[in-house]
């Protein structure tokens, strides 16, 4: 079943686009240190956020590897965007730490602002080079470490743009869950 309920919070994994996720209040950008439009990720948010996306994250920026912060959604269906620097892979060292702060921090700020659903893509594996199961292990591991902290978030989707990473994803977080109570 790829669909997981546990200490109250559904997490599911799913092949689509992180910018058409219209029932979830925030989605987290792959972004870069400078929070401007990039390619991946990064490009298909502030594409569909607009300009006033950049401008908002103008004050705010550089962010260092690891780090979080929330905006607006501008033009996106959503109310907030997470932008979290992933680890540039080989180079931004401890990588698997750096890349569990992203998740840790994107839900802390979920908390904070009250959100109830958040949508997540695999935070490093384009551009930034991290291989797709020892990040999916990483970001699952964080999260279900995390849940026992969260009282507002109840649903968590990874949204993966291909079948294998979400089939991937899907077999990672079965596996990390473990069996169905
Ligand atoms: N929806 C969901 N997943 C996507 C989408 C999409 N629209 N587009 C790509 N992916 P990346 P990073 C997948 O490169 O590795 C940018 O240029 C993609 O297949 O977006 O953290 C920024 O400006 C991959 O599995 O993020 C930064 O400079 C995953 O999302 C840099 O890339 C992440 O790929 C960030 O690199």
Redesign the pocket.
Known sequence: MPQRTIRGVTIECVQ?????QADMDAVIN????RL??????????HRAAGPGLEAECRPLAPIRPGEAVITGAHNLPNRHVIH???P?YGVDEPADELLSSCYRNALRLAEENRLRSVAF??????????P?EPAARVAFRTILDSLENLSSVTHIRF????DA?RKLHDRMLQELAGPES
């Open positions: 689509g686009d992180i910018a058409n792959a972004a870069n240190a401007v439009i990039g390619g991946g990720v990064a490009g298909a948010i979290c620097l992933g540039v893509p695999a935070i490093s594996t384009g551009v930034f080079g991290y797709a949204v993966l743009f291909n990473d």
